[in-house]
């Protein structure tokens, strides 16, 4: 390597370390360095001193650096600024910001303690950042103006000569622009998501409340302890007026007493009642009142609903979740099957078998406008296709059938086209050759190549179906979801975590039973 390349490396590095220290934002009497910077929030701002470190030191120590040893120094600065970048664009919160709304274009905020420093990104950018700039560039464009240093000379023991091998800069600026667009592609997401991998953790008594129930306070318990000492007033009171109204349904309004009277007669009925329960029956009372109470107040899934005639009930919910998913996964397969050989171009092939100008345009525009229209189907989700069908034809499983039809048919249309495409092709020529026509062709050759496939295929989206069929019940399209939507809203979240488990369970088996039939199919 040439003195001058090294001298321009070790320049960039430097550039690196000292901007690091150097001020990046600053107005009298306000300056402030990458370093304060990464004190305060922005530990990542760290690697920046180290990438230009890392460049310097594989130059000075090998004679014959390659290229990537450049290039990714540089490009892990790139990717630091563009973290910063996007922490401050879309981060709400921290010591750092943008915020629009300042005057006279100083959107850069630094929050100070109790005070706000706001700052112009051009007018008070500091030399820090312009030098870190300066070297991430040089960096990232040294390679290119010094690629015949990257030369490297080869023995050819065959004929006895040296052979000059091309510099690889080309290959490595692809594979630099590549992971750098991916990266860049995360970061960019990361920050607007809000990810943060620590914030469950943080949130884990929430968690473990809203699972597990809360603690009970002194005012819980004294709310508790309330309703079972009233247990048996409100049941008491509850059987005086049901006694009252069948007393009095078949009565005319004029011949009925006053209300004063009724009170009286109710409130006889009660005590009447309540003086001929037996103690085991009010013991009872109590402690359903005080079980009853005692969920409401400390809430969570978990333990489960074990009430048999409610889980019977969750069950007879789940058949019909699962009848949703198979008839809308087998109205999908018998759709999509052949649908599909209009889409895959070899098959299409076999159906218009002319080369002509003509037949190739009709070719072209058929499997263009096959494959747009499984883009449509399988671009709506299944649950926004419940919607439009419960609007249309009202409540009920038929509109989740008819939303996991629409949807599987573009995705499996989709898929069964791909793996007819990527058939053996040797047997269609041996059978075209016989002379064989294409419906011949399709069923005897092409049919039992992609049989394992669309049988594997179709259970899958069988399974993913009965997931997909559980949740259309929330906008009305039958089966458990229906029930789990009302049991969230009223919430029960215990009976909830049972129908989760029954779910759970059901998939399971479907998955058990699944697997057996694909194993006859492969």
Not at 27 to 37: A, V
Not at 58 to 67: A, G, S, T
Not at 366 to 375: A, H, K, Q, S
């Amino acid at each position: 390597m040439t003195k001058g390349y090294r001298i321009w490396v070790a320049i960039a590095g430097s550039m690196l370390v000292a901007g690091f220290f150097l001020p990046w934002l600053g107005k009298t009497p306000f300056f402030f360095s990458g370093l304060f910077f990464a004190t305060l929030g922005h530990a990542f701002l760290f690697i920046l001193p180290i990438s230009g470190i890392a460049a310097v030191v594989p130059v000075l120590i090998n004679k014959r650096p390659r290229p990537y040893q450049i290039l990714y120094p540089g490009m892990a600065g790139i990717l630091i600024l563009e973290i910063l970048i996007s922490v401050l664009i879309f981060k709400d919160s921290g010591v750092l910001m943008i915020s629009l709304s300042s005057p006279a274009m100083e959107i850069i905020k630094l929050n100070m303690d109790t005070s706000m420093i706001f700052f112009h990104p051009l007018k008070d950018l500091g030399p820090g950042l312009i030098l870190n700039f300066a070297g991430i560039c040089i960096l990232c464009l040294l390679p290119f103006f010094y690629k015949n240093q990257y030369q490297t000379i080869e023995k050819n023991q065959n004929f006895y000569r040296h052979i000059i091998q091309e510099p690889a800069v080309s290959i490595e600026y692809k594979r630099f622009g590549m992971i750098l667009s991916l990266f860049t592609v995360l970061i960019i997401t990361y920050a607007w998501c809000d990810v943060s991998p620590t914030k469950l953790w943080e949130n884990r008594g929430n968690a473990k409340e809203y699972l597990f129930g809360r603690q009970l306070s002194q005012s819980d318990m004294e709310y508790i302890n309330n309703q079972e000492k009233r247990a048996l007033e409100i049941e008491a009171a509850g059987l005086a007026r049901e006694f009252m109204s069948n007393k009095y349904r078949d009565v005319v309004f004029s011949q009925q007493p006053n209300a004063e009277q009724k009170a009286k007669e109710r409130d006889a009925v009660k005590q009447k009642l309540l003086a001929q329960m037996e103690e085991q029956e009010k013991q009872l009372i109590k402690n359903e009142a005080r079980k009853n109470a005692l969920i409401d107040k400390r809430g969570g899934y978990f333990p489960p609903e074990t009430s048999l005639p409610k889980i019977r009930g969750y069950i007879i919910a789940l058949i019909e979740t699962v009848a949703i998913a198979i008839w809308g996964t087998l109205l999908a397969v018998i759709c999509a099957i052949p649908i599909s050989f209009f889409a895959a171009k070899n098959t299409l092939k076999l159906i218009i078998s002319s080369e002509d100008l003509k037949s190739r345009s009709i070719r072209s525009s058929i499997t263009f406008f096959v494959r747009r229209f499984l883009d449509s189907c399988r671009g709506f989700n299944e649950f926004v296709m419940a919607l439009i069908f419960v609007a249309v034809i009202g409540l009920g499983p038929y509109a989740g059938i008819l939303a996991l039809w629409i949807h599987t048919f573009g995705i499996l249309g989709k898929v069964f086209s791909e793996q007819i495409e990527a058939i053996e092709s040797g047997q269609v020529e041996a059978l075209t050759s016989t002379g064989a026509g294409a419906f011949q062709i399709i069923a005897f050759s092409v049919m039992p190549q992609i049989m394992p496939v669309l049988v594997s295929y179709t259970l899958l989206r069988f399974e993913s179906n009965v997931r997909s069929a559980a949740i259309l019940g929330f906008v009305g399209a039958g089966g458990i979801g229906f029930l789990i939507f009302d049991k969230l809203n009223g919430y029960l979240f215990r009976e909830v975590c049972t129908m989760m488990i029954i779910i759970i369970m059901t998939v399971g088996i479907i998955d058990h039973f699944c697997g057996k039939i694909r194993m006859k199919f492969i």
